[in-house]
């Protein structure tokens, strides 16, 4: 027991030491693969090693490799940092090794979700009657919302898709804007639909779904399931809710949205009106490791009907044991051998509180607006209305554009990833970490300014 003592002490020293040094490193910088993956050896040793050198070694072999992504100039892929109770809950999560699968296996882990989740519901606007499944990610909420859309559909016509499949089965429509995110095809790949299948519905200037055209869509058929959007990848724009899913409803369809991020917009007053409507939806799918900002990984996956929700990705086998014939946290996910992320979502939330989680969503907000701003005056292109937490950034031409991209990753003030948007290139600029400061896009600002000023066209 010394010896855990001491481990798990060193291991906790060595995550405090990096997350000191985060405001001060460079977020990332020139990085040769094959020098980290030799760092992590060749064959697997024979002889066992002691668990003390092992930590050492594992440091080492990672120190050049790690990207500081929690950190408060990461600009990409929409990632939050890790909130400090979410942190220090996660570490404790890892320690208890609760199995979050069954209320049996674990009442804390599966109270701190059931708890968790009704405070998500009541900050996001969805209906208190709702379903909610822990899930991975984006991914793994869209895949868990639209097999709950496939099976209410497909039994609305009288054919259960889980023991029959969809071989034979009445045809199911697919509508979904031009400017989904992809993960919607890949969960559409994955339920056997296949990305044919969707009827594909233009989006207007923004990247949000016209709405007069999906209404004319709806009607040249029966029900379908609508794929909508909070928050489009890249401008951050949301459909209108309110109209699109009175559409739905109006065809006895089935709306799901995907609010990987944008979703958030509901826990401010200043932005809720993005999401207008959005209770009026059947399944929705949200990230916490983006605005919420709780460690990877964690996303959640909510339903209007929750026993649609459980008859679609729910299991039983002999072993298993039910209380009392209720629900446990697996039934409303894909995995049954879960990690207890509900730890950290409830801690994330117990410090914010309600009024917490909208400063944060507001103060992003007006950092993404002050980043535009600043590179507006330096030159650059800005290619979005900043709506909510995404800026779209360009230099003459794509080429520029992609050389700018590539000497901000090397240059490591900050980081940030490119992007395509109406066939040109552009920089993506995502805020979403709890720690950005105005002094951090200040000085992110410059550095892609410097940057671009060395990446000539041509």
Known sequence: MEQTWELLGEAAATAIRYRETLSGRPVAGPVDPAAIREAFGGELPSEPCPPGQVLEELRRAAEGGLVATTGPRFFGFVTGG???????????????????????????????????????????GLPASASVGFVIGGQAANTVGLAAARHHLCAEAGWDVERDGLAGAPPVRVVASAERHATIDRSLRLLGFGTAAVEEVPAGRD???????????LARGGPAIVCLQAGNVNTGACDDLRTACSLVRDHSGWSHVDGAFGLWA????????????IELADSWATDGHKWLNVPYDSGFAFCARPDVHTAAVSYTAPYLVTEGGTMGPADYTLESSRRARGFAVWAALRELGRDGVAELVDRCCLLARRFAAALAEGGAEIGNDVVLNQVLVRFDDDARTDRVVDGVQREGTCWLGGTTWRGRRYLRV???NWSTTEADVDRSAEAILRVAASASSG
């Open 207 to 217: 990247g949000a779904i016209d709405t007069s055209a999906l209404a004319e869509v």
């Open 430 to 432: 995502s805020v979403s």
């Open 266 to 277: 509901a826990a401010s007053p200043r932005t809720a009106a993005l999401v207008d409507g």
């Open 82 to 124: 890790s909130l400090p109770s979410a942190t220090a809950a996660d570490i404790l999560a890892v320690g208890w090794d609760q199995c979050a699968g069954l209320t049996v296996a674990s009442p804390a882990a599966a109270a701190a979700e059931q708890c968790a989740g009704e405070w998500l519901k009541a900050l996001l």
